[in-house]
């Protein structure tokens, strides 16, 4: 007989589980990818770094989801989404504990944040206004404006933590920093990735 319990237990440990294969494979396909002078650290730097031979870095964050929508795929990664603010939050900290701002900026100028998740993209989400600001379509006011809306927005007091420790950083630096940050979503193909 086997109790609740256990069955939650080990529910949580297969979705722990599933989450750490992404993350192996997640590293193990950008192992491959790697050329002459380039590293690939797995649990160092962040979940995957990647250094190129200019002195360029990579960080990955890597998410993982098992939720599914109707249709099957993976759930769409929202404004408000628990583990996008919690990933800003954590960048946002690693800038911090640079000592000073020129320190912090030159940091910034040689360093990429980069959300990898399964899941799926929603239409007119942040992400998207973050896209637009790299694109010079909006600027970084507007896109400030934009998370400072959902910080009124929200009823997690999690998330608004998060998105409070982005914001806390000073304009010219948290320019910078949105300048540097992408999201790859609906990475659901690792596996076949590796093998090609």
């Not at 929200?154 to 998330?159: A, G, H, I, L």
Request: proline share 1%.
């Amino acid at each position: 007989m086997i109790h609740i319990d256990e069955k939650i237990e080990k529910f949580s440990a297969d979705k722990s589980e599933l989450g750490f294969e992404y993350q192996f494979y997640f590293f193990l396909w950008k192992l491959l990818e790697m050329k002459t002078g380039e590293t690939v650290s797995w649990e160092v730097k962040e979940d995957v770094s990647f250094d190129l031979s200019d002195g360029t870095t990579y960080l990955f964050q890597i998410k993982h989801t098992t939720q599914k929508k109707s249709g099957g795929l993976p759930v769409n990664m929202t404004n408000l989404d628990f583990d996008l603010w919690k990933t800003m939050s954590n960048w946002s900290q690693i800038i911090n504990s640079k000592e000073s701002t020129n320190n912090q900026k030159e940091f910034l100028q040689k360093t990429f944040f980069i959300l990898a998740t399964n899941k799926s993209e929603s239409k007119n989400s942040i992400l998207n206004q973050f896209e637009n600001f790299r694109n010079n379509d909006i600027d970084f006011l507007c896109l400030k404006s934009e998370i400072e809306k959902l910080l009124i927005k929200t009823e997690n007091e999690f998330v608004k933590e998060f998105i409070s420790n982005c914001l806390e950083l000073p304009d010219e630096i948290l320019m910078l920093f949105f300048q540097h940050i992408q999201f790859q979503l609906q990475e659901t193909d690792l596996v076949q990735r590796c093998k090609d």
